[in-house]
């Protein structure tokens, strides 16, 4: 069998493609033709119907219109409903960007959609929380801390900037939308100023108080080039530094009148990180190049300072008065060095600045996981160097980095118990028991949660693989078979008894090559990977995976349908196949094998069919769902296809190679787009899947899960963490002889 490219139905099977309007029109025809006879009996009853459903328009909220302005401030989470969807609660989310406030030494993070105030005067017990902000629409992406105030922006369908009155870090409450009129690129502060990048305008704030921000002047950003977008702001007083993406570096004084400010240029390349601290401007490129500029009177490169004697380049920096720290590393290499050099005296102000003492070094077990040192943080009073390893938020007393030290080898440090990591960090895998969500993501960790009470879900337990050596293991997928969790890692499968979840077990580990993927068909676990086929009794972990096949598969989809397994992958030749396996005996065989046209990300067996979330040839993003009639294992024909449109340019962003998911829910499919959100699709035709509507999910959505027996539909994601939405039953749709009219779901048509 041959699947479709996007545009073209090879099959007499396969339906063309139609426009939405059209799969709209005909799907309803379908509908009407079955119901004539309801429709004339009950003419008066489809007259009122309608005429609910226009009056509904206004007050049921669009797809597209989903949740507040501003996120209510007396709730930790913002509640929001779309259409089918009312968002109950929210953990987790990538950890980026540690910022200090030096007056008050807290330190603020970047968590998923939020930012959380973490108290580092005291490191010694721990680092603490002190609170956190109401969940922004999208993930957090740029901060600029000034005098208890954060200005920061997120990735959101419609990309905002937002102040947060952080005068009481342990309830940040004022959190404001700033409306200027264009999607914000980046942000600066410094004591009591802000500016946000608006395009290509510079909006300069004062927040002299947090809670009512005015704004003071907005002008052009002088210098930049056609097409050019801001990527980094830097402010010091009224002094100004741009990054731009043509590699160049706009320094602007905001004192002088805007017909006068001409600005100094700096051209070194594509700028990853900036400081400006009085006269200094610290500008860090994508080759790993460190620079120091003067800015004044005149503009003036003081040094730069490129790859070391042992061939590594700087990938990030932080800078505290006279104290400069270097995070150092070879591309694709685990051991990272971590140095304080010092600025002070005529050493550090003409030339490459000495060493206080000599470097740290640093494992970084998931090079995938960037480390971060924050700004501000350094070497006054002994104060810790904020890091992220490893997922978690790290600090490094600089008292012990600058510490004299005898010749010999770099020292080691190790993550230390004072490490703290939010639940939920990132999704990948999500497994359900009755009682326990598991959720896992790159960093090899496994949460046990309590779903109970989904607005708040709680911590049980956590496990983690040990790190040998190197090695940096990931999960790739989840599964419960009763009490007993298997995990699927990058190059092992390790089963953990979970009866006592506050500490789970493991009771079995086996190496299986790269590229795990797992199913349960019964007890019986099904494990595909680079090593081949294997099985094991899911409730007898101790008697282990048996190999069944020495064939390498690299599986993508995974489904099973009516006694069948289905699987969606690449043959060792490399060309997308789909495979209908038979698991009724102790052995496992192929019973059928065809080749496709698309790459399948994800399957789900929905009511008589199966479908398929694909993309054409090799693509990220998926792009269109597939509906397959697999009731003859030797002869899958497709019955109908939707494309699923590509997201606005500034749209949620997903992480290249999550695979998405599908979940067939009363009727209907619920697609997790890594990049949309979620895509409600009907599927009463299958021949005409109808797209019911498009419903936002923090940093888009990777994996799906439902509770069990419930409404409640769980959303996972790389970089949004976990998102626990209720879903309401589906509103009466009117019947209508031939014209289309809105409904409470949003006018008719494309």
């Avoid at 799969?23 to 004539?36: E, I, K, M, P, Q």
């Avoid at 741009?242 to 001409?262: N, S």
Wanted: aromatic fraction near 6%.
């Amino acid at each position: 069998m041959t699947l479709p490219a996007r545009h073209y139905a090879v099959s007499t099977h396969w339906s063309r493609m139609h426009t939405k309007r059209s799969r709209r029109g005909w799907a309803l025809l379908v509908r009407l033709a079955s119901a004539s006879a309801a429709l004339f009996a009950f003419a008066a009853i489809g007259v009122a119907t309608q005429s609910a459903a226009i009056q509904g328009v206004a007050a049921a909220p669009r797809a597209d219109e989903a949740g507040p302005a501003e996120p209510p401030l007396e709730k930790d989470m913002a509640s929001w409903r779309t259409g089918r969807f009312t968002a109950i609660g929210h953990t987790g989310g990538v950890v980026h960007s540690p910022t200090y406030e030096p007056l008050r030494s807290i330190a603020w993070l970047a968590v998923g959609p939020r930012l959380v105030a973490m108290d580092v005067s005291d490191v010694a017990p721990g680092l603490r929380p002190l609170g956190r902000t109401p969940a922004l629409p999208g993930p957090v992406f740029r901060i600029a801390v000034g005098h208890q105030f954060v200005l920061t922006t997120d990735r959101s369908e419609r990309p905002s900037a937002w102040l947060i009155d952080g005068r009481d870090p342990a309830w940040p409450r004022g959190v404001r939308r700033l409306e200027l009129g264009a999607p914000p690129r980046a942000v600066a502060a410094d004591g009591r100023n802000a500016v946000v990048i608006a395009g290509n305008d510079i909006v300069l704030l004062n927040v002299e108080n947090p809670s009512a921000p005015c704004i003071v002047e907005r002008r052009t950003l002088p210098g930049i080039e056609p097409g050019a977008r801001a990527l980094h702001a830097v402010l010091d007083g009224l002094r100004l530094a741009v990054a731009t993406d043509d590699g160049r570096v706009l320094v602007v004084d905001l004192g002088l009148p805007e017909e006068g400010a001409v600005p100094a240029v700096i051209e070194e390349g594509q700028t990853v990180e900036m400081h400006l601290d009085g006269d200094r401007l610290f500008v860090l490129n994508e080759f790993g190049f460190l620079f120091l500029y003067r800015v004044r009177p005149v503009l003036t490169r003081v040094w730069a300072m490129a790859r070391d004697e042992d061939n590594r380049i700087i990938l990030d920096f932080g800078v505290a008065g006279d104290a400069l720290a270097l995070l150092k590393g070879v591309g694709g290499e685990a051991s990272l060095t971590l140095e304080v050099r010092s600025l002070a005296g005529p050493e550090g102000e003409r030339r490459e600045p000495p060493l206080l003492a000599p470097a740290v070094a640093i494992a970084q077990p998931h090079p995938s996981i960037p480390l971060y040192i924050s700004q501000g943080l350094g070497a006054r009073s002994g104060q810790p160097l904020a890091l992220l390893h490893d997922g978690r938020v790290e600090t490094v007393p600089v008292a012990e980095i600058s510490a004299p030290r005898g010749a010999g080898a770099v020292p080691a440090w190790e993550p230390s118990a004072t490490a703290w990591a939010p639940v939920a960090d990132t999704v990948i895998a999500m497994a359900r028991s009755h009682d326990l969500i598991a959720v896992a993501g790159r960093n090899g960790r496994v949460d046990l949660l309590d779903p109970r009470h989904p607005d708040a879900p709680r911590l049980i337990g956590t496990w983690r693989e040990e790190i040998a050596g190197d090695w940096a293991p990931h999960v790739q997928d989840l599964q419960f078979v009763e009490n007993v969790l298997w995990v699927a890692l990058n190059s092992r499968v390790v089963a953990l008894d979970v009866r006592k979840p506050e500490s789970p077990r493991p009771v079995y580990s086996k190496a299986v090559g790269s590229g795990a993927r797992m199913i349960i068909a019964g007890h019986r676990v099904i494990v595909f990977s680079s090593h081949g086929l294997y099985s094991a009794d899911g409730l007898r972990p101790d008697e282990g995976l048996r190999l069944l096949n020495r064939r390498s598969l690299s599986i993508t989809a995974l489904a099973m349908h009516d006694q069948q397994l289905w699987a969606a992958g690449h043959g060792p030749t490399g060309t997308s196949n789909l495979y209908a396996f038979d698991v009724s005996g102790p052995e496992i065989r192929v019973n059928a094998e065809h080749t496709l046209g698309v790459t399948i990300h994800a399957l789900a067996s929905a009511g008589r069919n199966l479908v398929a979330l694909s993309s054409a040839g090799d693509g990220i993003s998926p792009d269109a769902l597939q509906v397959l009639d697999v009731a003859d294992w030797s002869n899958v024909r497709g019955l109908g296809q939707l494309d699923l449109a590509p997201p606005a340019a500034d749209g949620r962003v997903g992480i290249a190679g999550t695979r998405g998911a599908l979940l067939a829910w009363d009727g209907s499919v619920i697609v997790a787009h890594p990049s949309v959100g979620l895509i409600e699709v009907d599927l009463s035709v299958p021949s005409f899947p109808d797209e019911l509507g498009r419903f936002p999910v923090t940093a888009g959505a990777d994996t799906l899960l439902r509770d069990v027996g419930g409404d409640v539909l769980w959303v996972g994601s790389v970089l949004g963490g976990l998102t626990a939405l209720r879903k309401t039953a589906p509103e009466a749709r009117p019947v209508q002889l031939w014209l289309p009219i809105a409904t409470a779901w949003g006018p008719a048509g494309p």
